[in-house]
């Protein structure tokens, strides 16, 4: 059985920073084999689509909301993929939860990511 466990969620000051990991376990679950997406739901709203990366690390995607403060990367020997968030702004309080797709390329639809972690809160406070 697959499992996405996701961590470094929490309270943060608007302007503050964190970095969300996302550690992958299973067995022959290799996340070299996937690309990675972290999704975020804000209370209210649809789970989105916010990075993505390729399994090799060539390719990333961000929305546009995103641009420019977070960054999303992986340690495929460690089955690991991050998110480094900077600049928080109030508006990027939900919570984020990280998934994998074996689609072959960076998907923004749900339906692609076959794996998904538990979810991870942030909170932005001013």
């Known amino acids: 059985q697959v499992q996405l466990v996701e961590s470094g969620g929490g309270l943060v000051q608007a302007g503050g920073s964190l970095r969300l990991s996302c550690v992958a376990s299973?067995?022959?679950?290799?996340?070299?084999?996937?690309?990675m997406g972290w999704f975020r739901q804000a209370p209210g709203k649809d789970r989105e689509l916010i990075a993505g990366?390729?399994?090799?690390?060539?390719?990333?995607y961000y929305a546009d909301s995103v641009k420019g403060r977070f960054t999303i990367s992986r340690d495929n020997a460690k089955n690991t993929a991050y998110l480094e968030m900077n600049t928080l702004k109030l508006e990027d309080t939900a919570v984020y939860y990280c998934?994998?797709?074996?689609?072959?390329?960076?998907?923004?639809?749900?339906?692609?990511?076959?794996?998904w972690g538990q979810g991870t809160q942030v909170t932005v406070s001013s």
């Open positions: 998934a994998a797709s074996g689609l072959g390329f960076i998907a923004a639809a749900e339906r692609w990511y076959q794996y």
């Open positions: 299973g067995r022959a679950f290799s996340m070299s084999n996937y690309e």
């Open positions: 990366i390729s399994r090799n690390s060539g390719t990333t």
